[in-house]
Nanobody, 123 residues
Framework: QVQLVESGGGSVQAGGSLRLSCADSGRTFSSYNMGWFRQVPGKEREFVAVISRSGANTNSADSVKGRFIISRDNAKNTLYLQMNNLKPEDTAVYYC????????????????WGQGTQVTVSS
């Protein structure tokens, strides 16, 4: 079983940084591609970034390229999202997810989801 719990969300001014974490309670963390999505009220869930099982490959949405960095520590069963130069439009609930398909990850075809953590960026 895989159970994901996000942490690290909060409020920050534009230009600031936050680091999100996602902890997996299971023992098969390294078997899954991991990534992040975000969602605001009235809009569909948006892909943010994905990292492959070993961490060798990553991909991110154009809106966050150069600002967000995804990483993972398989020894700690933990996924991270370092968010730099935050903008008000980054305000959303951020969800971590686990999936067996790297190529389909951006389409939100994932097997497991966390409960989400709120990120609020003020101007």
């Amino acid at each position: 079983q895989v159970q994901l719990v996000e942490s690290g969300g909060g409020s920050v001014q534009a230009g600031g940084s936050l680091r999100l974490s996602c902890a997996d309670s299971g023992r098969t963390f390294s078997s899954y591609n991991m990534g992040w999505f975000r969602q605001v009220p009235g809009k569909e869930r948006e892909f943010v970034a994905v990292i492959s099982r070993s961490g060798a490959n990553t991909n991110s949405a154009d809106s966050v390229k150069g600002r967000f960095i995804i990483s993972r520590d398989n020894a700690k069963n933990t996924l991270y999202l370092q968010m730099n130069n935050l903008k008000p439009e980054d305000t959303a609930v951020y969800y971590c997810a686990a999936g067996v398909s790297y190529l389909n990850f951006a389409r939100a075809i994932c097997e497991y989801w966390g409960q989400g953590t709120q990120v609020t960026v003020s101007s």
